[in-house]
């Protein structure tokens, strides 16, 4: 195990913001703690970087003990944190200098592991991090994660107000990583990113609510979501919320996803219930479960 | 029906001395859409927006919002707007009601109508038991949904909205969305950035901006059938390759 947390808690005067946490990260493994703003990500984060100390529990990265051993920690993980943590008035180049240096290492020794990620923002290594877009903002910040070549990689919300083409690349970055042996445990509120982990914890208001293999856990949903479409979406919401045996509405891309009360649910009544209700265009479907739709049951 | 465009763009650029951010834009938005304004990370979104909001002055080309010329009339364009962006919202150390207040005094409203629309802004978001908390202490989610309701505090005609459900839970996220819709069907103009996908979805048009260029413009049902594909992720992927 390269990560072990046992029954971790921690408050903030009188707010918990991390209530009886426990998991393992097998080595090797892309582990996501996936949850919105506030679920208690960043706590867990810093509990287990050693800048934070727990109120109960133990928890262990490496085999060290947060707390006993700390600075073996600090010196064999890396650490992203979410808010951008790097020098903005040194250049690209300077950045990964002094990180190298605070860890006894220098760019030239371990080049190899952030080669990849590194080529894309040479071009502007005479460039403040600053200045930089919020692309190269987040490799040049995996980059000085990366330069002491450690064994456990912590990322905190990477791809948060990144675009859609820096986060792809981004966890293709990761994958790579990971062949490398590197045990990656990395936070994100985009319910998609959650099925490029091995496996995840869903995480809400400081409690961990399921682990599992993002497959699992969307195979084992026990109800039928339906794909409903109409041309008057925004009627439509409204008559499927007035639906006697609604269990849930909600928008989920081009479709509402529908989910009913009954276990023997007759698809042909809710059609005619939306012809009556003048809808056209009526399209009903069978939906694919997601990780969002568990998520949003729970 | 002749439908009433509410922002006009005619051959809108910005340069930032050799470096050309927005590169001659054109597109017209109606009362009561929902416009997104999409782009990778560094397409010259924000530079755009800038412009619209009348914050930013275009190097050459036109644009009007609300009827008013964004060089020409920006303290007009600032009057009859409404913005909110993840970065800037409210002044975390204020209370709800403080900062409905604050808001209400800058956008020039009576103390009557200030009175009346903090009544009504916290009853319709069920802030009534904690309106004199600090806004700091309310989670993510919910102080974007108050940033919302205060940027229509003086009934702008159009609203632009920078990301502003990145980071909120998925219930909030749809909740925030429904907001959207019912605000847009009373015909305030809604004008919004988002990196999640499945929100472009819900927009009545989307653009698309790749390198300072507008590449895309369409219902998201067209877009998808131009580019042959199931949803709007894969359209961003198609189009919006990394420019960086």
Not at chain 1, 115 to 129: D, N
Not at chain 2, 61 to 82: L, P, R, Y
Request: proline share 3%; charged share 25%; with cysteine.
């Amino acid at each position: 195990m390269s990560i072990i947390v046992q029954n971790i808690s921690k408050s903030y005067k009188t707010k918990k913001a991390v209530e009886n946490v426990s998991f393992e990260v097998k080595k090797g493994e892309i582990f996501g703690l996936i949850g919105p703003d506030g679920a208690g990500k960043t706590t867990l984060f810093r509990i287990l970087t050693t800048l934070l100390k727990a109120n109960e529990g133990n928890a262990s990265v490496l085999g060290f003990d947060v707390i006993k051993d700390y600075k073996s920690i600090r010196s064999s993980v890396g650490y992203m944190p979410g808010k951008f943590s790097l020098y903005q008035d040194l250049t690209v180049e300077e950045n990964l200098t002094f990180f190298a240096t605070l860890f006894g290492t220098s760019i030239e020794e371990n080049y190899d592991l952030i080669k990849e990620i590194y080529i894309q923002i040479e071009p502007f290594k005479k460039r403040r991090a600053g200045a930089l877009s919020g692309g190269m903002k987040q490799k040049l910040a995996l980059c000085c994660a990366l330069i002491h070549a450690p064994k456990v990689l912590f990322l905190d919300e990477p791809t948060t107000g990144v675009d859609p083409i820096s986060r792809k690349e981004f966890w293709e970055m990761l994958k790579r990583l990971q062949q490398k042996g590197i045990t990656i445990l990395v936070s994100t509120p985009y319910m998609d990113e959650a099925s490029l982990c091995d496996r995840i914890a869903l995480i809400q208001n400081g409690l961990l609510l399921k682990i599992d293999s993002p497959e699992n856990i969307t195979k084992n949903y026990d109800k039928v979501i339906y794909d409903v479409s109409t041309k008057n979406r925004h009627k439509l919401i409204h008559d499927l919320k007035n639906y006697p045996s609604q269990y849930s509405v909600y928008t989920f891309g081009e479709y509402i996803h529908y989910i009913d009360k009954q276990m023997k649910f007759n698809l042909e009544e809710l059609l005619q219930y939306l012809k009556d209700k003048n809808h056209t265009e009526i399209e009903i479907k069978t939906a694919i479960v997601t990780i969002e739709d568990v998520f949003m049951d729970l | 029906m002749e439908k009433e465009k509410i922002i006009a763009v005619q051959n809108l650029t910005k340069k930032f001395g050799d470096f050309t951010a927005v590169k001659n834009i054109s597109f017209d938005v109606y009362k009561g859409e929902i416009f997104g304004f999409l782009g990778a990370n560094g397409a010259g979104k924000t530079t755009a927006m800038k412009m619209l909001i009348g914050i930013s002055n275009p190097t050459s080309g036109k644009a009007t919002v609300a009827g008013f010329d964004v060089k020409e009339k920006a303290e007009m364009v600032k009057k009859n707007i409404g913005y909110m962006s993840q970065k800037f919202s409210l002044y975390d150390d204020l209370t709800i009601k403080e900062n409905i207040q604050f808001f209400g005094g800058i956008y020039g409203l009576s103390r009557t109508e200030i009175k009346s629309k903090t009544e009504s802004l916290v009853k319709e978001l069920q802030l009534e038991t904690i309106i004199n908390s600090l806004v700091g202490s309310l989670p993510l989610g919910w102080k974007q949904k108050l940033s919302f309701s205060v940027a229509l505090l003086h009934e702008p005609k159009i609203v632009f909205l920078d990301e502003p459900t990145g980071g909120v839970d998925p219930i909030t996220r749809r909740q925030f969305w429904e907001m959207i819709y019912s605000q847009a069907y009373k015909g305030t103009t809604i004008f919004v950035t988002t990196h999640y996908m499945d929100e472009a979805e819900y927009c009545d048009r989307v653009s698309i901006m790749v390198d300072g260029k507008i590449e895309a413009l369409d219902t998201p049902k067209n877009l998808k059938k131009h580019f042959k594909v199931d949803s709007m992720n894969e359209v961003f992927l198609k189009l919006a390759r990394n420019v960086e």
